[in-house]
């Protein structure tokens, strides 16, 4: 069968000359052919043998040199193609005619030796198997391969004569005893194989047809055999012929001819008649010929289709399928029969007309048009009706289910079939046989008829009539569920399908059962139609319920009764008329019948579900006859209340309208109703400490796994029900809490027995699972609808904790579920596994009252979790903050829960302060910050809670602002659709200035959108984008600039765009950061439009939008039709953003002092100097003295004026503004004011006095208004109610808590600033600090630093300046608060101080204050302290060396002159002075340090140790002496030199040269006297004309032990910079020529010579001459050493000379 199988299945053979057969033998068709040396000589032979041939004129010699041929060419070219044969040998025409012409004579022969063609066939082989037969068979089948050479064989008659021969072989012949030899099977195979090539030729057939051979292989086809000899294979070979003659041949001419001979009709006939006698195989294969056979000669003529009819041929191949389907062996073959029977189908003369369609509905959509060529439209209709005829005589299923795929294969093929065959009403026959055939047989059916509706798009009407009839009487369980699934997927591909249906019958049918299956259920457990509830639990009893009874009685499967009721569901969906129908059948007084009883209850609420979600006509009625099955149920029918809540839920998250309704029938009632009938359910058996864990565990296996709630009617059949997902959190682990005195919290009551405690955990189990049912009613019936939200907050919400605590389940740990459930309903969460725990959001803040109220009741772990799991969902988002500060959520818990504040070892005290401060840092009132202030005032009050005060306090302050956050909807936007009848843009430019700040920028490449001016014709568009490194601008399509900028995330920026028209070039566009230029561009202006023009913050709503991460805020903007100055701008950024007042009066209510720092100081002095650098530069220094106009005019609001018209104001949007449409302040909207739906907000534009012009927040954006502290303490007193804490501080970390709450008021605030100036706040907190000095750390003074504005977490110390001037006057510049500290604190005093003037890029800043300050004589009078440390005092003086420095001022100079005359001739109380030298040199003791003038000043007995033998007096006059000599010597500005001339006198330098004075002081003053000299100026003339120079040559004498002296005199005598003069040098000659190796060729000062041989002479007295010895090395110091002089002296002179 596989060599038929490959003859059939080949394609048909070109006609060219050059086509031959397949190489046989060796040969291979990648070889490259050629002859060899001896094949060419053998060649060549043949060639003179077959020339020879040509010339014999007699056919005995012919035939012997034939043979010689033959012989030769087999030798030369067996195996080789014949194209290689031509090429070499030549043409081979002649020679194939040649050789078939002898063939057929020898069998001619050989025939007529056997007594003719029907002699015998062993004889006829063994001629055909010698010689010369078989070398002339050899021959032909290397020659007839081409078209020529079949040519020449079929003249030879070769064709006719092969068929001959293979009938004469066939093996009808053979007798049943045995079949014929091998040898001549071996002959026929090569007959056949011979004759099968050259039927692949035309030539071959017209010879058979001519000699009327073709018929008899026809015949041959069918012809009987006797079957024991096993000759099949000689039929398949020659069906394999016929097979190529039918597949490559047919045309009109064999059409014709197969018609008039008849020989289809008799192979039909015959194959009727025999079709038992051959195998399966053999017939399957025949028949795919006869389709093949019918198929070609269909497009010719249908004489052959009638013929094939005529002879019964639908009949035979039913009867096949029957055959095949009869042995087990064959079945296999039946798919392939199928397939045969489907190609028939499709085989006909011509296309058939389409009926009009039988159903009453039109099908627009169905494709009627004409077929294409290759188009499988079905022309047989016949054909098809085998299927459907051995369809419904088949006994098996598997032949059922294949025909089935037929039939749908040809439904699919063409839209049209199913039209075409409707006549036949295939499937309306099947589904009459439902009854009879298997499930899997019937879901086939309906899986043809539901293609048939879905794909054809074709209305079956009359299959759908049968499908309903299906339902009449009893159906089987089985039919119920098939119809259930063919209308669901009817229903669900088109709603259209319900109206058919139920024309169809189907619902008429259903509600007939739904009323049968009432009937058996009610009276199976003893319930008549409208029988009572508890008539019928009483029959129930005498019944039983035992399914098998049941079912012996009639009752029917609640399998089958749910599909029912189920199909009823989906015929009542959406379709009114079918509710009607439903109602007026009297069904629905069946449903609250069927709610009592267990099994029927489920299906029985999902009809009625339908029924509230969509027939609003009775849905009220519906709504209150739930309500009273409810109430009327019995108390412990937990099952039953479950059901209908789990109904009412979905009825509500499905239908709002039943949320309404409910409402009004009491529901809400019922439902509190429920929870105080849990009172009189049982008494819950209390859970000790002992025994929490065993009913927790208990608890959880009642209610199921995890605290899962079942479904409706899933607890008597185990079934999962999705909707009773709960919340997925971690039940209480932790079960014994230690109470704050050590002791275990546990519920009171006693230890139950066992077998009690095990009912009363189920109890409690089945109590806390109706519990949460309720709670997520609650939640499904106010989600998203206001009415019923206010109901609840009014009338509901004070119930439920009594409610509640009736219930007896709050003492366990299980009830953890309950206030979770709760806490949905407060969320509105309907399904909790839907909503990710980021997206909770508060709408109902009333019950969170009620749960803190539950508190007391619970148990204490539970209280614990739950209140931290309060503050987790309040810190989720703004909203929930909001939702908590409107309800007063601070004020209850202060008021209501303050014993758990006051107890710091309590669990709950460190959550519930959390709590209060998030939702206080958002927001606070005056009542709530008096409780607070309550409390703090409560003797034994912890210090969590000032603390706590102070976190609100300090936490960062947002302005009023519009959140847009696109992580949940993708768009959030505050959208101003007009600008009113304002022309846009303006003339000659316009500002927007705005705050803003970003929470989060989202994934990398998403821009914010800031703004966006937006005409309603599109022509007008300005755009900004913000990212995290810049700002770009969009003013048309063409034109965009972009501002590099960083933009930190949670970091407030103010942004001013100035846009600036030129008339004949390009605008310029400005970007102001923080009143600081960032860049000025160059860009076009915007386009002029006549049409309205409006504004979009943030993202609208539009095909772009998309869910992210990004989070950011929008403080108070404006858009003004003016030009803003840099002046403005910075005046604009320091008001803050808090500012309201449209720039509008004077600004001096926004001053605060922290608006006085680096960056508004750097950029106010480059606005003085009138050239402001953009940002990036870096800051110059303050230089105050080159300008009498200070940094501070520029910033001072009190003076500020912007004189901004308020007409130029297009719009000012601020959420302090915010309305809901009606009107209605969004800060005092209530409930009672807002409608179902919830309100859209509003922005009024303040600019606009009219209230018309307002921006609408859509999407996701929500306005915030936060109150914080410092705002909300003006209306509790003010900042004078801090002082009292201060106060009470007694330790230094309380001391310091109540400072940092001053200064986190104080700070950016107007008006505690102006409170604290007004009442002289900084006064009365001084001398509360010198009453506590004992007290003060460092920690302190930083924070005292802190408010005075020298250190500020936004800039570096190097930026500290003095911002709050009161602060520092007072807290600071009193040095005799911190006199008493210890050395570390006073260390780090002065430390600060110094960082103001040292090393920092405000130092000059600084220094203007403190001279303003008079800070120079606060710092001399620290000096003369002699309790200040000697490592301090180099400290205080290098400040004061700065401050000179820096700026000498005539007021300076007085105090240093009178502070160094305040310390001569000072006397201690022994009577010595400070200057007296010491016992050895004969210098009299020191004064005592004067006593503080005062008030506050403390007298110190210290007395710190005198370095190297100075007094501290001596040590203090000479610092400042050395600042005086470095302004001479090394002046920073030359004026300072003037001035210093201008006020000393030689009198007072002479103060300082005396005698009395310590030796240091004098050195110093004779430094001083000559830089005084050496400078060019009239001081040394009034020096001289005073006789100066005497009393130095008087005075200087006494000091000739001094080396620095000798120095001093000899600067003086040759002119040598005094300042170039080495503080310490040693008196040697080395050192002295070092010091003066360059002396000038003049003195400069010749009257020193007298004062230096004084000294030389005073050194001289009181020694005793030595003689003068004379050195190899001359040594004038030696020289003079010798005769007595001093050594310091000699040098001295030596130098001189």
């Known amino acids: ?129 010698s010689h010369p037969c078989a070398s002339l068979l050899d021959a032909l089948e290397i020659l007839v391969v081409g078209t020529y050479n079949v040519e020449s064989a079929t003249e030879a008659h070769l064709p006719s004569t092969f068929v001959k021969l293979v009938y004469h072989f066939f093996p009808h012949n053979a007798a049943p005893s045995g079949g014929h030899s091998e040898e001549v099977g071996r002959v026929q195979n090569r007959i056949l194989q011979l004759l099968l090539y050259m039927c692949n030729y035309r030539y071959a057939i017209v010879e058979l047809m001519r000699t009327d051979s073709l018929r008899q292989l026809f015949e041959m086809v069918t012809l009987a055999y006797h079957k024991e000899n096993e000759h099949e294979h000689y039929h398949e070979s020659v069906l394999g012929i016929v097979s190529c003659i039918i597949k490559f041949h047919v045309d009109r001419t064999i059409v014709d001819y197969i018609h008039k001979k008849s020989c289809l009709y008799s192979m039909v006939a015959d194959l009727s008649e025999r079709y038992r006698s051959f195998s399966a195989d053999y017939v399957v294969v025949l028949c795919d010929n006869l389709v093949e056979c019918l198929k070609g000669s269909a497009d010719v003529s249908g004489e052959l289709l009638a013929d094939f009819a005529a002879a019964r041929g639908y009949d035979m191949l039913q009867n096949v399928l029957c055959y095949l389907e009869e042995n087990e062996a064959s079945q296999v073959r039946i798919p392939k029969m199928l397939d045969v029977i489907s190609n028939l189908v499709y085989v006909g003369e011509k296309d058939l007309s389409i009926p009009e369609s039988i159903s009453p509905y039109n099908n627009p959509k169905l494709d009627c048009s004409p077929p294409s060529k290759s188009s499988s439209r079905v022309r047989n209709v016949e054909a098809f009706y085998v299927f459907h005829k051995h369809f419904l005589s088949s006994k098996n299923d598997t032949v059922q289910l294949r025909i089935l795929d037929v039939i749908l294969a040809i439904y699919a093929a063409d ?136 079912t012996r009685a009639g009752v029917p499967p609640v399998a089958v009764y749910t599909v029912t009721m189920d199909c009823i569901v989906l015929m009542l969906d959406n379709v009114r008329e079918n509710m009607r129908i439903f109602r007026e059948a009297g069904c629905a007084p069946l449903l609250f019948a069927l709610l009592y009883h267990a099994d029927t209850r489920p299906a029985a609420l999902r009809v009625m579900q339908t029924l509230l979600e969509q027939d609003a006509t009775n849905l009220s009625s519906d709504l209150m006859g739930l309500v009273e099955v409810m109430q009327a149920s019995p108390n412990t029918n937990f099952d039953m209340k479950l059901d209908i809540l789990h109904t009412l839920r979905r009825c509500f998250l499905a239908n709002p309208r039943t949320k309404d309704a409910f409402r009004e029938n009491g529901g809400f009632v019922c439902l509190v109703s429920l929870l105080v009938s849990l009172e009189h359910t049982g008494t819950c058996i209390p859970v000790t400490a002992e025994g929490v864990q065993e009913a927790g565990s208990s608890g959880n296996a009642v209610a199921g796994d995890g605290g899962a709630v079942a479904g409706e009617g899933s607890r008597a059949e185990g079934k999962e029900v999705p909707e009773a997902a709960t919340v997925a959190t971690p039940p209480c682990t932790e079960v014994i809490v230690s109470s704050p005195e050590g002791a275990p919290f546990s519920t009171t009551g006693n230890a139950p027995e066992a077998s009690q405690g095990e009912a009363g955990r189920a109890l409690v189990a089945a109590k806390i699972e109706l519990v949460e049912c309720i709670f997520r009613v609650f939640a499904a019936a106010i989600a998203r609808h206001e009415r019923n939200r206010r109901f609840l907050r009014e009338q509901i919400a004070y119930t439920l904790s009594g409610s509640l605590e009736l219930t007896g389940i709050l003492g366990t740990p299980s009830c953890y579920k309950v206030l979770e459930g709760l806490l949905e309903v407060a969320m509105e969460v309907t399904n909790p596994a839907d909503v990710a725990v980021e997206d909770f959001i508060v709408y109902n803040p009333e019950l969170l009252l009620v749960v803190y109220e539950l508190f007391g009741s619970c148990h204490p772990q539970v209280a614990h979790d739950i209140a931290k799991r309060i503050l987790y969902i309040l810190g989720l988002n703004k909203q929930n903050q909001e939702a908590g500060a409107k309800v007063g959520l601070v004020l209850f818990i202060l008021e209501s829960l303050s014993d758990y504040l006051m107890n710091q070892l309590h669990p709950l005290q460190s959550l519930l302060l959390s709590t209060i401060h998030l939702v206080a840092t958002h927001r606070i009132t005056a009542k709530e910050l008096r409780a607070f202030f309550r409390i703090l005032q409560r003797p034994g009050c912890p210090p969590q809670i000032l603390k706590n005060l102070l976190a609100m306090s300090s936490s960062h302050r947002e302005p009023p602002f519009v959140e847009f956050d696109l992580s949940r909807t993708g768009y959030a936007c505050l959208h101003m659709p007009s600008f009113g009848d304002r022309s846009w843009p303006p003339a000659n430019g316009y500002t927007m200035q705005c705050w803003f700040k970003v929470e989060s920028f989202g994934h990398i490449g998403k821009l914010i959108d800031l703004f966006s001016f937006v005409s309603d014709d599109k ?29 930190e995330p949670g970091v ?171 009107g209605v302040s969004f800060r005092t909207a209530t409930s009672s004011t807002l409608t179902n739906i919830e309100p859209r907000l509003v922005l009024l534009n303040s600019a606009d006095q009219s209230g018309k012009s307002r921006a609408v927040l859509t999407g996701t954006s929500s306005p915030y208004f936060p109150l914080g502290v410092d705002v909300v303490l003006r209306q509790v007193g003010g900042i004078a109610s801090v002082f009292f804490i201060v106060e009470q501080a007694g330790t230094s970390e309380s001391l310091l808590e109540a400072l940092s709450l001053l200064v986190a008021l104080v700070q950016n605030n107007a008006r505690a600033t102006t409170e604290m100036e007004m009442l002289s706040g900084y006064e009365i907190i001084a001398n509360m600090l010198f009453a506590r000095a004992g007290l003060l750390t460092e920690e302190i003074l930083d924070k005292v630093c802190e408010l005075a504005g020298l250190f500020d977490r936004r800039h570096p110390a190097r930026d500290s300046v003095i911002s709050n001037v009161g602060a520092f006057r007072y ?107 010491p016992p050895q040199d004969g210098i009299a003791s020191v004064d005592t340090l004067r006593k503080s003038t005062s008030r506050r000043r403390r007298t110190s007995s210290v007395k710190r140790p005198v370095k190297g033998g100075v007094p501290r007096p001596v040590q203090t006059r000479n610092m400042i002496l050395t600042c005086i000599l470095r302004l001479l010597t090394h002046p920073r500005d030359p004026s300072a030199v003037s001035l210093i001339h201008k006020t000393l006198s030689p009198h007072w330098v002479f103060l300082f040269i005396d ?74 000659y080395s050192d002295l020529f070092v010091v003066f190796k360059d002396p000038p060729t003049a003195p400069a000062c010749t009257r020193v010579l007298d004062i230096l041989l004084a000294v030389l002479k005073r050194s001289c007295e009181g020694v005793d001459a030595k003689p003068y010895t004379y050195c190899n090395t001359y040594d004038p110091c030696a020289v003079l050493e010798s005769k007595g002089v001093s050594r310091s002296a000699a040098a001295a002179a030596a130098a001189a000379a």
């Open 1 to 129: 069968m596989s060599w038929l199988r490959r003859l059939v299945t080949r394609q048909k053979p070109s006609d060219t000359p050059q086509c031959s057969a397949p190489p046989r033998g060796n040969a291979s068709p990648q070889r490259e052919w050629r002859l060899s040396d001896k094949e060419e000589r053998m060649l060549q032979s043949v060639r003179e043998a077959w020339a020879q041939y040509t010339e014999m004129g007699s056919e005995q010699e012919r035939a012997g040199k034939l043979d010689d041929v033959v012989k030769g060419f087999l030798a030369v070219f067996k195996g080789v193609e014949l194209k290689h044969i031509t090429e070499t040998f030549g043409d081979t025409k002649k020679l194939t005619f040649v050789i078939g012409r002898r063939l057929v004579r020898e069998v001619r022969l050989a025939w007529g030796s056997a007594g003719g063609e029907g002699g015998s066939a062993e004889a006829t082989a063994k001629v055909l198997q």
């Open 415 to 550: 839209n049209v079939n199913f039209l075409l065959l409707q006549q036949l009403h295939t499937l309306a026959h099947f589904i009459e046989e439902f009854d009879r055939l298997n499930f899997e047989v019937c879901d086939g059916i309906l899986r043809v008829l539901t293609f048939v509706v879905t794909v054809v798009n074709y209305v079956p009407f009359q299959e759908l009539s049968g499908l309903s009839c299906l339902l009449q009487d009893t159906p089987s369980s089985s039919t119920v569920v098939l119809v259930f699934q063919t209308v669901t997927k009817l229903v669900n591909f088109d709603t259209k399908y319900k109206q058919i249906l139920q024309e169809a019958g189907l619902l008429h049918m259903l509600l007939g059962l739904l009323k049968t299956f009432s009937a058996k259920f009610l009276c199976a457990g003893g319930v008549a139609e409208g029988t009572a509830p508890s008539e019928a639990s009483a029959c129930s009893d005498d019944e039983g319920d035992d399914e098998e009874e049941a």
């Open 1019 to 1047: 022509k007008s568009v300005t755009t900004a984008l913000v990212s995290h490194v810049e700002l770009m601008v969009c003013t048309s399509s063409k034109s965009s600039v972009s501002f590099p900028v960083a933009f």
């Open 1052 to 1222: 407030w920026y103010h942004v001013a765009l100035v846009h600036q028209r030129h008339r004949f070039q390009n605008s310029d566009m400005r970007l102001y950061v923080n009143g600081a230029l960032v860049d000025c561009q160059k860009t076009s202006y915007v386009s002029f439009t006549s049409a309205s023009v409006g504004a979009y913050f943030g993202t609208p709503s539009g095909p772009l939008q998309q869910q992210c991460d990004q989070i950011w805020k929008l403080g108070p903007c404006s858009l003004i039709e003016e030009i803003f100055t840099p002046q403005m701008v910075l005046i604009a950024y320091i008001i803050g953003n808090r500012a309201c007042s449209n720039f509008q009066g004077k600004l001096g209510g926004y001053k605060t002092y922290e608006a006085i720092n680096s960056d508004t100081l750097s950029i106010a002095q480059s606005l003085t100097q009138g050239n402001q650098s953009p940002m990036s530069n870096a800051p110059q220094f303050l230089n105050l003295s080159a300008s009498s106009q200070t940094p501070l005019s520029v910033i001072d609001l009190d003076s500020a004026d912007m004189s901004v018209s308020e007409e130029r104001i297009i719009f000012s949007l601020n959420t302090r503004d915010c309305r809901t449409e009606s």
């Open 1371 to 1477: 807290l600071l510049m009193d040095y005799d608060i911190w006199r008493s500290t210890p050395l570390d604190v006073q260390k780090s005093y002065f430390h600060r101080m110094n960082q103001l003037v040292l090393n920092n890029d405000l130092a000059a800043f600084n220094l203007w204050r403190l001279q303003r300050l008079h800070w120079l004589p606060k710092l001399l009078s620290i000096m003369q302290d002699e309790s200040l440390d000697q490592n301090l005092l180099s400290t205080v003086v290098s400040v004061v060396n700065v401050l000179l420095q820096q700026n000498l001022r005539e007021e300076d100079m007085h105090s240093l002159t009178s502070f160094l005359v305040s310390t001569l001739n000072r006397v201690r109380s022994g009577g010595s002075s400070p200057d007296a030298l």
């Open 1555 to 1628: 005698d009395s004075l310590h030796a240091s002081t004098v050195m110093l003053g004779l430094r001083v006297l000559t830089a005084l000299i050496q400078h060019k100026s009239s001081f040394s003339g009034r020096f001289e004309s005073l006789g100066g120079f005497e009393i130095l040559r008087r005075i200087v004498p006494k000091y000739c032990r001094q080396e620095a002296l000798y120095y001093i005199l000899i600067s003086l005598l040759i002119g040598k910079d005094i300042g170039e003069l080495p503080e310490v040098a040693a008196l040697t």
